[in-house]
């Protein structure tokens, strides 16, 4: 097998980021969005010992779960990575996913339910985050074509708030009136390295963040003022990113206008949003996320309850008003402030929140005599530390509730966490991200 060249492919599966999967004299071909049950004719890209990559030139049989996409670039760039194939499908494909992680770690035992559908298919992204770039010499909103960064110019953002999408237009429009300079990444120079908009569903407010390469340029108060005039802004910032790195956000905000943090709901709790504070995305399906962790977690009014990785605090205030106590801990101090202020905001005065590490808190409080009833985790997608799980497991939890947003680190986790003696007979899978290819799920284990 060759680069260019031209095979005739039957898929077979659907890989973990959504390729079309085909076995070729021995080799694993990965297809770009080729369906299971399709007959293909594809290009080789590239060649590697045991795996291949390929494009789909002509499909010869097509798939009848196959739907037209709107536009290509959602594609291209793997915005919406699923958006080829129906709902339905793109909901046992995650709990396949889960399935499969499972055997592969010989827990079969483990029963997956059916992923628990959004009740919002397209526009549900509460936050967009997109790269401004020149292409032939204007200024242009987009995304990056998969394994590159070149960007493909774009208007319809498909999965974020239509009101969202409006909003990066008429920014990027305004940065063009006033010929503000996008980021050149090859010679790290101009201004404007990334648009970053987040809006409230509750009340429509949206705050709007230049990601900038210098805290300050010559247009800045003009566009800052014209920002601050379309509908529903209510605050706008500079973040500064100086660095060259691929990393979008630096460390620094800086408030132009308006007020700094949008406020939401999560069922009828309100949240104060700090911009670089997590907020998970999925501002409709988020309650329902919580209330299954909540539900099984069998919580009473003399529980103790930890809230590790607690963000903002919105899992630890959605349970406060039916447990005695609640701790939380958070890396991020500004997410830490806001569970204070989000805390007050909502009358909630048994829940506490502390600046630090779960896996060094957690023990210092066990050691201060607190004994927890249930912890609920919620990890980035690199999961649980092994640190981490031994310091969740010496506090004696009755039952851990995990939420995780990469069932392969959870799979590994589950594992861990048996060996302790914390097992579950269920997963739930629940879709925060509809049109892309990633799976969240629920399980709450117990001693
Ligand atoms: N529970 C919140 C936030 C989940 S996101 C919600 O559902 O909205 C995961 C959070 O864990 C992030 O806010 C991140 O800053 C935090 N985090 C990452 N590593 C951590 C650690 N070792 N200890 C405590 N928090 C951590």
């Known amino acids: 097998m060759e680069k260019n060249q031209i095979v005739q492919l039957e898929i077979t599966d659907l890989s973990y980021e959504a390729m079309g999967v085909a076995h070729y004299e021995g080799i694993t071909v990965f297809v ?5 049950g399709e007959v293909v004719k594809a290009k080789i890209l590239k060649v590697k010992k045991k795996f291949a990559f390929a494009k789909i030139t002509e499909i010869i049989t097509e798939s009848p779960d ?3 996409v709107k536009l290509n670039q959602w594609m291209q760039t793997g915005l919406a990575g699923l958006a080829h194939l129906k709902y339905d499908k793109q909901l046992e494909f995650k709990q396949q996913q889960v399935i499969g992680l499972l ?3 010989h827990l079969e035992e483990i029963k997956v339910l059916p992923t628990l559908p959004s009740p919002e298919q397209t526009g549900y992204r509460n936050k967009a985050q997109v790269p401004v770039r020149n292409v032939n010499g204007k200024l242009e909103i987009g995304f990056f074509r998969r394994h590159s960064h070149d960007l493909v110019p774009m208007e319809d953002f498909f999965t974020t708030d239509p009101a969202i999408d ?8 305004i940065l063009r009136k006033y010929r503000v300079p996008a980021y050149d990444e090859v010679n790290h120079q101009g201004e404007v390295r990334y648009l970053e908009i987040r809006r409230s569903k509750a009340n429509g407010q949206m705050m709007v963040i230049l990601v900038c390469l210098h805290k300050d340029f010559k247009q800045l108060p003009k566009v800052a003022e014209e920002i601050s005039q379309l509908a529903n802004v209510s605050g706008v910032l500079l973040n500064y990113n100086p660095k060259k790195t691929n990393v979008i956000l630096g460390k620094d905000d800086y408030l132009i206008w308006g007020d700094a943090q949008i406020t939401d709901k999560i069922g009828d709790l309100e949240f104060k949003i700090s911009p670089q504070s997590f907020f998970q995305i999925n501002s409709l399906q988020t309650p329902r996320l919580y209330d299954l962790a ?29 447990v005695k106590a609640v701790r939380g801990v958070e890396v991020v101090r500004d ?11 909502n009358g909630i005065h048994n829940a506490k929140y502390v600046t630090g590490k779960a896996e060094v808190m957690m023990p210092r409080w066990a050691s201060e005599g607190l004994k927890t009833d249930v912890i609920f985790v919620d990890p980035p997608r690199k999961g649980l530390t092994p640190e981490f799980i031994k ?9 851990i509730a995990y939420i995780s947003c990469n069932p392969a680190t959870l799979v590994r986790d589950l594992g861990l966490l048996a060996e302790y003696g914390y097992k579950t007979n269920e997963i739930q899978p ?10 969240e799920a629920v399980v709450v284990l117990t001693k």
């Open 32 to 36: 770009n969005n080729a369906l299971p």
């Open 66 to 68: 196959r739907i037209k």
């Open 103 to 105: 055997k592969k770690a």
């Open 166 to 173: 409006r909003t990066l237009v008429a920014v990027r429009d």
């Open 294 to 322: 909540i539900k099984q977690a069998g919580l009473t009014k003399d529980s103790v309850v930890i809230d590790a990785y607690s963000g903002i605090g919105t899992i630890g205030l959605s349970v406060a008003k039916h």
């Open 335 to 345: 997410a830490v402030k806001d569970s204070e202020a989000n805390a007050k905001l």
């Open 391 to 399: 310091a969740a497991v010496a506090t004696k939890p009755r039952k």
């Open 430 to 439: 629940v879709d925060m991200f509809p049109q892309t290819p990633h799976v």
